[in-house]
C-alpha cells in the first residue's frame, strides 16, 4: 500500500487556530452513556456537544435556532470536522466554547473548542459548515433580519 | 464580524479524492432512531458508519478490532472529518466504502465514502486519522505483524 | 428510607414468557459506539434493537414503516420495557426476535428477545407498546389494510 | 393472531405511583440529536435522562458513581421500564425527578418522573432496577457504608 502524503490524509493538521473572543462558553459533563469500552467519551459524542453549542449560541443571540426552522430555514450541516487532544472520562466537567467564523445569507461557519474546567486545558476543537436552505433542503438565502442578528457580537 | 477566509474555516473544502480501489463495501440501513426532525440522519449518525465501516475492514484483514483491544493495544481516533453531500433517509440503504489511506506502527488514516445503494451516487466522504496507543492511553507503535497485516491488499 | 414492595417496583420480575413462533429473528453485531466504560453494550442501545426487530417485522408483512407514515399514521412508544440478562460485548454477533403479541386498530404490542448467536443463550426480552395516531399526534385508529396485513401470520 | 390479555403484554399498565418527596429534580433540554423524524424526542433518549438523573442522585448523597465504580464495585441495569404520556420537543425544558424507591446491598431501584419546566404536565413515568456487581460482573453486595449513605434522606 502506497501512503498517501500527510497533507492530503489530514488536512487539517496544521489548522488550529484559537477561537477568537468573544466567545460563549457553556459547561456540560460526560454521560455514562457517552463513553465506550475505552473508559473515554466516544469520538462522535463531540459532534453532539458541538451541537448543544450552537443551539445555545443562536439562543444568546435571541434567534432560538427552533424559530429559525419554524419560519421555514435551516442551517444543514455540510461539513464536520472534530480534532481530539486529550481524552474525557465519565462525569468529567468541561467547557464548550463557540463562535461564528464566517456568516453569510447562504452559509455559517461555527468554531468550537472543548476544555476542562478545572485547568482550561484542550481537550478539542472542530468546526462545522452549514449551508441555509428552505423546506424542501433546496439552497435558500437566511432572511436578512437572522443574518444580521447572528453578526452583531455576543453581549456579555 | 469580519468573515473568515473560506481556505481557513473549510480547509477540507477541495480535498474529494475517490476511494482508491480496492476498497471495502457494506451495506447498511437507516434505523429510525438516527433520524431527526428534519428528517434525515443526523450528522453525528455518520462517525459510527465510519466506525463500523473500519471495523469490518479490519475484520476482512483478519484482525479483528477486538483482538487489537486485547493485546493491550488501541487506534484512537484523533481526527474525523466528514463533508455531506446528500441527505439519507429512514429505512434507505447505502453502501459504506473503507480504504486504508495511510498506515505506519504509530498512525492510521482510514478514508470513508457513503453512496446509495440504488445508482451509487455520493452520500458523503471523509476520513478519520488514528493513533496507536497502548493501554495507559501512551502513543506506542503497533506490533509489526498487526502493521504488516492491515497494509496486505485486500483480498476479493 | 422505607423499601417499596418488590412487587410494586419491579411489576416485570415475572413476566418473561417465550415469544411465541413464528418470531421474525435477524442477526446484529453490537457497534462500538454502543459499548460504555463497563465494557459492555449500554442499556439503551437494546431499545434501539428492539426498534430494529420491528421496523424488520413490519418490512416482511409487506407494509414498510415508512409507507404507515407516508400515509399519515405512525404508531408511537407509549410503554417501553427490557429485561437484561446477560451482558453483550463489542462485535458479538447477537438474534433480534420480534413477534406480534397484540394488534387491534388503535394498538400494537411487540414482544422481544435477544439470543446469543452462537448458543441461543437469553440476553435480553421486552416489549414495547404502541398506540396509532394521525400527523398531529392524535389517537387515530389504522386503516383496516394495515391492521389486516399486520395480523397475518409471518411467512417463512 | 389471538391477542394477548393485555394484563400480560402490558404488565406496567396500571403501575403508576406518584415519586415520593424527597426526590431529586434536575432540568435539562431536548437535544437536537435526540430529535427523530417525527419531530419529538426519541424513545431511547429517556433512558439516558433517568441515568443523568441517578448520577445526580448519586452524587448529591456524597457518592459520585464514578467513585463506586473506581471501589471495584457497580450497578447494573437488569430491568428498565419507560411509560411515555406526553411528547417533548426539541429544546424544550423539562423537570427529571429520581427518587430511590428500594435499596439493600445487592439490589437498587430507582424511579423517576420527567415533568414540563412550565406546567409540571407528566412527561413520562419509569423505574430501573440494579444489582450489584463486582468488577467481574458477579453479584457482590456493595459495602456497607456505601449502603448507608444512599439510604439516608435526601439534604434539601
Chains 1, 2, 3, 4 share one sequence.
Not at 35 to 41: E, L, N
Not at 52 to 64: A, L, S, V
Not at 125 to 150: F, S, W
Request: proline share 8%.
Amino acid at each position: 500500500m502506497k501512503n498517501s502524503p500527510s497533507s492530503a490524509s489530514s488536512p487539517n493538521k496544521e489548522s488550529y487556530r484559537p477561537l477568537p473572543p468573544p466567545y460563549l462558553e457553556i459547561e456540560e459533563r460526560v454521560r455514562y452513556s457517552e463513553t465506550d469500552q475505552m473508559g473515554v467519551a466516544h469520538n462522535k459524542g463531540y459532534f453532539e456537544w458541538f451541537e448543544i453549542g450552537r443551539t445555545e449560541y443562536c439562543r444568546k443571540k435571541q434567534i432560538p435556532y427552533k424559530d429559525i426552522e419554524a419560519r421555514g430555514h435551516a442551517l444543514v450541516v455540510v461539513e464536520a470536522f472534530c480534532r481530539y487532544k486529550k481524552a474525557l472520562r465519565y462525569d468529567e466537567p468541561f467547557l464548550i466554547r463557540v463562535a461564528l467564523r464566517e456568516m453569510t445569507p447562504k452559509k455559517a461557519v461555527f468554531g468550537y473548542e472543548l476544555r476542562t474546567k478545572d485547568d482550561l486545558a484542550l481537550i478539542a476543537h472542530g468546526y462545522t459548515t452549514h449551508i441555509a436552505v428552505n423546506k424542501k433542503g433546496e439552497v435558500c438565502p437566511l432572511p436578512e433580519d437572522l443574518v444580521e442578528k447572528m453578526k452583531r457580537p455576543l453581549a456579555d
